[in-house]
């Protein structure tokens, strides 16, 4: 079983940043994407960024010039800049990979538990 682990979560001001870091592992696992959605109170999971194998990237239309995904190996890092009390949100990694179970190779799609952001002064 892949395993993702987040850090980097807080409190804010408006208008500051923050990093969050994504960790993933495990045992004979292979990296389709890696990327990062959002939960707000009352609202649905919405996708934030992600990042291909390959380094291609994707945002949210709201979010481009602001947050920036990166990605070493197995860890997606997303920095967060200029950060607005409408950021705060419970922040989740995902990651879609390939993994082999039994000999089988197996495409699964990985959570992280979340970490929380909160954006207020």
């Known amino acids: 079983q892949v395993q993702l682990v987040e850090s980097g979560g807080g409190l804010v001001q408006p208008g500051g940043s923050l990093r969050l870091s994504c960790a993933a592992s495990?045992?004979?696992?292979?990296?389709?994407?890696m990327g990062w959605y959002r939960q707000a109170p009352g609202k649905q999971r919405e996708l934030v960024a992600e990042?291909?194998?390959?380094?291609n990237t994707n945002y949210a239309d709201s979010l481009k010039g602001r947050f920036t995904i990166s990605r070493e190996q197995n860890t997606v890092y997303l920095q967060m800049n200029t950060l607005k009390p409408e950021g705060t949100a419970i922040y989740y990694c995902?990651?879609?990979?390939?993994?082999?179970?039994?000999?089988?190779?197996?495409?699964?799609?990985?959570w992280g538990q979340g970490t929380q952001v909160t954006v207020s002064s």
């Open positions: 995902n990651a879609a990979v390939w993994q082999s179970i039994l000999r089988t190779w197996t495409r699964a799609d990985r």
């Open positions: 495990g045992s004979s696992f292979s990296v389709i994407s």
């Open positions: 990042i291909t194998s390959g380094g």
